[in-house]
């Protein structure tokens, strides 16, 4: 697509989905060397266990939060697993919801997102992106190019980048110079996080190895409902934390899934993310829903 030009398409996010604009129809956020923005990620609208019996709720509270922040990002990015079964009502609440935020919204799927062809289709449909018609694409915004790319393409096929998309990015990266700061949003960590749980993506070293040339590569995802960071070089991996139930370390258990905590203790667990890019780099910051 046309990067220079995205943000300006941010409606894309569906109808009841605000954005902040001017009058003169550009967004509101200062045009410095500066940038903030926000991550979300793997709301499972649609779950309702002891892990989390309320998970509209705690999406509700990370917006909450999230408007109530001193100076509005200039986006919100939720990496994926918005819905728990990518059944049309649960896409329903989540955009109700989600359509609270004063920022614009950016959505990437999860394998909860992509349950089938008729899952994928929903949420084509829920956040529509006609200058993605494959679901990755990339953009400019003050100095900085962000990548988001897509890993999940259905429930049993996660963690897979796929040739097509390589060659992409290949192509998309060519273009930019060494001492530009990349953003990668995904879902499932592009690293080997722990491969024996399917934390990891089959083919993602293949695009950690694009990435090496550039002075300052910050990749986010979601997928393990966790906050956990590694650095390799000079790129920098950070998972994010849910807003809908917390995962065991990995492990821990016997398996991935979800993690029943103490009541009082939840929030703690669960949280958002705000990412300002300056001086060449991005700076993260995890806040808990417990904290604000």
Do not use: C
């Amino acid at each position: 697509m046309k990067r220079a030009s995205f943000l300006e398409h941010v409606g894309w996010t569906g109808a009841g989905v605000a954005f902040a604009l001017t009058a003169s129809g550009t967004f509101a956020a200062a045009q410095t060397g500066e940038l903030d923005f926000v991550q979300i990620s793997d709301s499972h609208i649609g779950f309702s266990q002891p892990a989390n019996p309320d998970v509209a709720a705690t999406l509700n509270a990370a917006v909450d939060r999230i408007n109530a922040l001193p100076q509005q990002p200039a986006f919100v990015m939720h990496t994926g697993d918005v819905t728990h079964l990518a059944r049309a009502d649960q896409f329903d609440v989540a955009k109700s919801i989600l359509g609270r935020l004063r920022a614009p919204l950016l959505v990437i799927p999860g394998e909860h997102d992509a349950i089938g062809a008729a899952g994928a289709a929903r949420f084509a449909a829920a956040f529509p992106n006609p200058d993605a018609p494959k679901g990755w694409w990339s953009f400019d915004r003050n100095g900085a190019h962000f990548v988001a790319l897509v890993n999940v393409f259905n429930y049993e096929t996660m963690g897979v980048l796929g040739n097509e998309q390589l060659d992409w990015l290949a192509k998309d990266l060519a273009a930019q110079k060494s001492d530009t700061p990349i953003v990668v949003f995904g879902h499932v960590p592009l690293y080997a996080l722990y491969p024996a749980w399917g934390w990891t993506t089959q083919d993602g070293a293949k695009a950690i190895a694009m990435l090496r040339r550039f002075s300052a590569v910050t990749v986010l995802n979601g997928h393990i409902h966790q906050i956990v960071t590694q650095r390799e070089g000079r790129i920098a991996f950070a998972t994010a934390a849910a807003t809908a139930y917390p995962q065991p370390a990995p492990g821990t258990a016997a398996a991935p899934g979800p993690l029943t905590v103490p009541a009082p203790e939840l929030l703690a667990h669960l949280g958002y993310r705000t990412v300002t890019v300056a001086g060449g780099a991005a700076h993260v910051e995890d806040r808990s829903l417990q904290s604000g």
